[in-house]
Every structure is written in structure tokens, then in C-alpha cells.
């Protein structure tokens, strides 16, 4: 039930967008304890971002919607992780990154309500 918005400055190639939808997958699946296989991502390249007004050449912004309550101590790791891939493999500073979360307990799939 997890959703992954996920905009990102840079353009990138097919195997680059399916290795980020992967690997952000994981990290929400491992660290609120979701089943993969209802995680929904979106990689969004290619984005205008803006910085206290400065365009941003390598930067990302993250939202996660989640089913349920997300403690703040597990928000902080999942941001650690996310920051950390974005880092290492795209070259993103993490002062050039931001990640929101969204919990909700009004969330539909399928044609009904959890």
C-alpha cells in the first residue's frame, strides 16, 4: 500500500529508473515492513528543481504515502537509506534531497477501502 513519488533532476535511462524504483522499493519494504508487492512507485526525471530560488542540477524530492501510522525513528532511517542510495549511485547530495511522508488510514485499492 505504500506509495513512491520520486522526482528527480537528472535524466535518466531505463535500466537507471528501474534500478531507483527497486532499490526505493526495498527500502520502504524493509523498513516499515510492507510487502513489495504492493508498493506502487513513480520515477518522475527529468524535473525542474528549485533551491532557495538556484535550479538544481542533482537533486530529488521523495514522498511516501504510507497505510497506517510511520514513527518518526523509522521515518529517519528510511531517509538515511534513501538519501544514501541517492548519494552513491546518482551522485545526489543529500542537502539536495527531501523526503516527505504520508500516512494516512484512508487508503482504496481495488474498488474498496482497507
Same mark, same amino acid.
Given at each position: 500500500?505504500?506509495? @513512491?513519488?520520486s522526482?528527480?533532476s ?5 535500466t537507471?529508473? %528501474?534500478?531507483l524504483?527497486?532499490k526505493l522499493? %526495498?527500502i520502504v519494504? =524493509?523498513? /516499515? ?7 506502487m512507485t =513513480?520515477i #518522475?526525471d527529468n &524535473?525542474s ?5 538556484n535550479?538544481i542540477? %542533482?537533486?530529488?524530492? @521523495?514522498?511516501?504515502s504510507?497505510l497506517?501510522?510511520?514513527?518518526k #525513528?523509522? &521515518?529517519n532511517?528510511a531517509?538515511?537509506? @534513501? &538519501?544514501?542510495?541517492l548519494?552513491?549511485?546518482?551522485? @545526489?547530495?543529500?542537502?539536495?534531497v527531501?523526503v516527505?511522508?504520508h500516512p ?7 474498488g474498496?477501502m /482497507?
Open positions: 500500500m505504500p506509495y @513512491i513519488q522526482r528527480v537528472l535524466n535518466l535511462d531505463e537507471q529508473k %528501474n534500478n524504483q527497486s522499493t %526495498n519494504s =524493509e523498513v /516499515f515492513s510492507k510487502p513489495a508487492t504492493y508498493i =513513480e #518522475d &524535473c528543481l528549485y533551491m532557495a530560488g535550479r542540477d %542533482n537533486g530529488a524530492y @521523495i514522498s511516501v504510507l497506517g501510522t510511520a514513527s #525513528d523509522k &521515518c532511517s531517509t538515511q537509506k @534513501i &538519501c544514501d542510495l548519494n552513491n549511485e546518482y551522485n @545526489i547530495d543529500g542537502s539536495k527531501y516527505t511522508y494516512t488510514d484512508l487508503w482504496g485499492w481495488n474498496m /482497507f
